[in-house]
């Protein structure tokens, strides 16, 4: 025993870590590792690139494999010892086995009772116990087992085989995917690096022009300045000549009869621009077009931000929570309001009096996104006509209609003071009409009226045709520029925030910060004939 453990250390140390066999026709490589030579020929390289060791991942090259004869000489003198030692054992075992002997009649034991499971002498054979039992040699009665010992050896060292293949394929499509990962990291290097110079650029560009129109603008400045002082100059001369001229005396005055106010004509005074139109039309061009830049730069960070981080889920309504005022298309996508109401049967998840309904899925982590479009009748007609008005009323500037109108007080102004509660009235009945589309908790209170805010589990928008409020207590009305048709939902729940944008020109709207501590699902809330809210995707 005590030579057995230092044959096992250097069998390991010949021992190829590729096929786990002893080293044949061992081999070296760059790294200094040493292999099987076709072992090491077996090693596949990355499309484009070199192949890699086994165990330290270093690249070599096949051209520099090299043989190791002395390793080649101490792998034969191990297998010589182990042959020898094999030798041995096995001659101890058939010793052992001539050894054995039959305790009752001290003979050998040559045959083997498949009946009783004994070893058995001639004599035990013969005799009345075993005479009638079917006993066969030893020899014999073990090769059924050696035979299945060694098919169930060939099936495991098949198997070891099928493991190393799987392993060398294994590591050379996870190469494979380190070399593309590899590269996808080049390639937002390069890409970021030419969108900074891009806007590096551009904003240089603006800056340059942004400079230039300050210098006209400063040029203008003294031009003008210059221009009104010597005016102011040339009326201070003839200011101080007349009023000489007015305190001689009377004697003295009338001395010179001739018209001397002719000698002093009144010109019509200077009274020019202090910026030049060509200068102020290129300064709004100039505002118009940083307006674009800020609203297409907001653009491209909700688009980028939404695609890289959130992930888009395809949500659907609940039914068993739908108001009887509401109707569902068969798809759960799309939820429209009628005056009337519809169920009966009373879920106990279903929300009443309040037209509210919640989405099928809830989420509990993660950054989720979704969108919902309000699709409302006769939108499209009144956002025209608007347009159309405004396009008149730039018109009528244009052309200069309204110049030298002066803005006076009169009667009629006041006349009007009397109408403003109906306004009022008229504003409620249009917030009443209208749609909330958000988040909120699953356990939302869904019997009775409900405030329908933050501190209620409630994170929504309140849509109307008279525009777009916040559902905080009290509501805040928001001025955006466009009012949304397709309103994107962005839920991070781990961060806490729930973001609205205009899903069409990606322009944010609104952020709740909050704590999220229970699973939240999509609410929507319809109260708004001939409106309805459909889900996408």
Known sequence: ??????????????????????????????????????????????????????????????????????????????????????????????????????????????????????????????????????????????????????????????????????????????????????????????EFAQGHQFLREREQHLLERLEGLEREVIEGREKYNLRASGELTRLGTVISELEEKAQQPAAELMQDTRDFLNRYPRKKFWSGKPVAPAVRKRTGEFSDKLHSLRKGLREFQGKLLRVLEYKTVNVTLDPQTASGYLILSEDWKCVSFTNMYQSLYQHPQQFDPEPAVLGSKGFTWGKVYWEVVVEREGWGEEEGEEEEEGEEEEEEEENGYGEGEEDWETDEDDESGGDEDDDDLEEDDIVQESCLVGIARDTVRKKGELRLSPEDGVWALRLSSAGVWVNTNPEAELFLAQRPRKVGIALDYDGGTVTFTNAESQELIYTFSASFTRRLVPFFWLNWPGTSLILKP
């Open 1 to 190: 025993m005590a030579a057995s453990a230092p044959l096992r250390t250097l069998e390991e140390e010949v021992t190829c870590s590729i096929c786990l066999d002893y080293l044949r026709d061992p081999v070296t490589i760059d790294c200094g590792h040493v292999f099987c030579r076709s072992c090491v020929i077996d090693i596949r390289a990355p499309p484009g690139g070199r192949p890699s060791c086994p165990l330290c991942k270093k690249t070599f090259k096949k051209d520099n494999i090299r043989p190791v004869w002395q390793l080649a000489s101490l792998v034969q003198n191990i297998e010589r010892l182990n042959v020898e030692k094999g030798r041995d054992a096995k001659e101890k075992r058939l010793e052992s086995m001539t050894m054995m002997q039959c305790e009752r009649h001290k003979e050998k034991l040559h045959y083997y009772c498949e009946d009783d499971g004994r070893f058995l002498c001639v004599m035990c054979r013969e005799s009345r116990e075993h005479k009638y039992h079917t006993a066969i040699l030893i020899e014999k009665a073990a090769q059924p087992h050696r035979e299945k010992i060694l098919s169930h050896l060939g099936t495991l060292r098949r198997d070891r085989e099928r493991v190393q293949s799987f392993q060398m394929k294994g590591e050379t499509e996870i190469q494979h995917l380190l070399t593309k990962l590899q590269m996808e990291r080049q390639n937002i290097t390069s």
